[in-house]
């Protein structure tokens, strides 16, 4: 899912504006990764270089000038080649398709490379790109070689990180479109695995719906593992083996979400593999709802980042309180973080091309601001580890979270995710339907 050529030049002539004056940028795509013997994964760009092109082929480089002029090296046309690995766009259609003002075959990049570079001031990258900064200091040195010849050479290599990060960190409405619509197939997936579970399931019976109805509907790719996590596994956060089979009485967490257009989707929801909750899970759901709701009141435009976090944290201890689980005063117990016990991670993070997306989550070392354009999600979950002897046997092995994507808009929040179920009544309601 391709935007417009001319939202790709806007955002490249942007990015150059917030760079220093004689700055050239150069970032690339990305490389083949090897799967296993000669067997590669399939490609998927940098987020930061397919944000500036909406090219999505392998070992190419951008580089871009001061005045915004966008040149490409590509992968050449090579009918032999694209018969077995696929089509190519090569140089023209880097100009025609994708908007460029130039481009070359791949083993011209060091010739195009030294022609842009001379007389500029600084080269911008971005700085863990490793492969990137030997070759920047490679073009630098092979210019300062040549300063007899009336070459200037690049007189340093500057990381343009913050500056990408930055402009990525605010969606346009074509962005948010397309997030709103891998928000949606996502919501019917997670629809279909409430209403296709049965106890006696594996929990990758469970994610094969999912990853069906995700490619069904043109999110051809998951953004991140699937977990379909059943019973105590749901206590692990990052649960991704989904080879157990589901139990009557397991409550499961699916944290599941596909990726369209190369923006992710990201949604969790726990729900009971029978149909109905138990008291004690249905106990600790509503307190993770209740902190949810709590959290969702925070993400207003000039609030800042960390409030709705803070606000669900409140409630959740002030649950785990009521429930036994912890003994003291709230207050006190937030400051001791004793409450990491059952809820050891942040209540969101930011959204957009990377699943855990780009940007500062804070400013001169406060928490930034919330601002119109930006996607987080809203995360809020409770774990109790099946060892922890501490708490009432009823409560070990229950995990709980409850996620979703979220655009702060001057209005108040939007859930892009709307319409799945999260409520308990509505999680029975729906499944009691199957």
């Not at 605010?170 to 709103?180: P, Y």
């Not at 399931?201 to 051809?220: C, D, P």
Request: contains cysteine.
């Amino acid at each position: 899912m391709k935007l417009s050529t001319d939202i790709y030049r806007s955002r490249r002539h942007t990015l150059m504006a917030n760079l220093p004056d004689h700055t050239v940028a150069v970032i690339r795509s990305g490389e083949l990764c090897t799967r296993n013997n000669d067997c590669d994964y399939e490609f998927r760009p940098h987020s930061s270089f397919y944000y500036l092109t909406g090219f999505a082929e392998p070992s190419a480089v951008l580089l871009i000038l001061p005045t915004g002029e966008s040149h490409l090296a590509v992968l050449p046309k090579d009918p032999e080649r694209e018969q077995w690995d696929g089509f190519r766009y090569g140089m023209t259609g880097a100009i025609n398709e994708f908007g460029m003002d130039g481009a070359v075959e791949l083993d011209e990049l060091d010739d195009l490379a030294f022609e842009l570079l001379d007389g500029a001031q600084n080269i911008a990258l971005l700085m863990d790109d490793e492969v990137m900064r030997d070759h920047a200091l490679g073009w630098r040195d092979a210019l300062a070689a040549k300063a007899r010849a009336g070459v200037v050479a690049p007189q340093a290599v500057i990381d343009m990180s913050d500056e990408i990060h930055e402009l990525r960190l605010i969606k346009d409405s074509a962005e948010i479109e397309i997030m709103e619509k891998a928000a949606q197939i996502s919501v019917a997936a997670h629809i279909q695995a409430m209403k296709t579970v049965q106890p006696g399931m594996m929990e990758y019976q469970l994610e094969a719906e999912l990853n069906y109805h995700f490619m069904k509907h043109g999110a051809r790719v998951p953004a991140y593992n699937n977990i379909v996590a059943s019973g105590s596994n749901a206590c692990v956060l990052h649960y991704i083996k989904n080879d157990e089979q589901i139990e009557d009485g397991d409550l499961i967490l699916i944290d599941a979400g596909g990726e369209l257009g190369c923006y992710a989707s990201d949604i969790t929801r726990t729900f009971p593999a029978n149909g109905k909750f138990s008291e004690p899970q249905a106990q600790l759901y509503q307190v993770v709802l209740d902190a949810y709701h709590a959290g969702l009141e925070q993400l207003r435009v000039g609030k800042p980042y960390d409030a709705f976090h803070n606000a669900a944290v409140e409630v959740l201890t002030d649950g785990l309180v009521k429930h036994g689980l912890l003994q003291g005063n709230v207050s006190e117990l937030i400051e001791s973080k004793a409450y990491r016990d059952f809820y050891m991670h942040n209540t969101g993070h930011w959204l957009g091309l990377d699943v855990h997306d780009c940007g500062r989550y804070k400013q001169n070392g406060q928490s930034r601001m919330l601002q119109a354009g930006m996607v987080v999600t809203l995360e809020p979950g409770l774990y109790v580890n099946p060892d922890n002897e501490t708490v009432d046997a009823k409560w070990r092995g229950i995990g709980i979270r409850i996620e979703d994507d979220i655009l702060i808009r001057e209005d108040g929040p939007y859930v892009l995710t709307h319409g799945l179920a999260k409520e308990i009544s509505e999680i029975e309601a729906l499944m009691a339907s199957r």
